[in-house]
């Protein structure tokens, strides 16, 4: 079992930035592949970043290309999504995700966290 706790949410304007945090506890974090997604009101899940167990590759979904940055801490079982010029369409609630591989089908993650809220006002 792999236990995940984001944080970090919250509301910003649009062109700010927020990181998110995945504190991650449980079975042995650093061999999971790390993924973020994202929900907004009447839409579904949405990929946005994925992070092999070794920090050496990452995905991410067009929309977010040049604006977003994953990462991970291995020492601390935490995993980060840097969020950098965001606009109102962001606006969802973020999950992170661990999975053996990474991906971007939320049907490959096994263990999922309670997500955080992000608002970005126009």
């Known amino acids: 079992q792999v236990q995940l706790v984001e944080s970090g949410g919250g509301l910003v304007q649009t062109g700010g930035s927020l990181r998110l945090s995945c504190a991650a506890s449980?079975?042995?974090?650093?061999?999971?592949?790390m993924g973020w997604f994202r929900q907004a009101p009447g839409k579904e899940r949405e990929f946005v970043a994925a992070i092999s167990w070794s920090g050496t590759s990452t995905y991410y979904t067009d929309s977010v290309k040049g604006r977003f940055t994953i990462s991970r801490d291995n020492a601390k079982n935490t995993v980060y999504l840097q969020m950098n010029s965001l606009k109102p369409e962001d606006t969802a609630v973020y999950y992170c995700?661990?999975?053996?591989?990474?991906?971007?089908?939320?049907?490959?993650?096994?263990?999922w966290g309670q997500g955080t809220q992000v608002t970005v006002s126009s």
């Open positions: 449980g079975r042995t974090f650093s061999s999971n592949a």
């Open positions: 995700a661990a999975s053996f591989s990474p991906g971007v089908s939320g049907a490959q993650y096994s263990y």
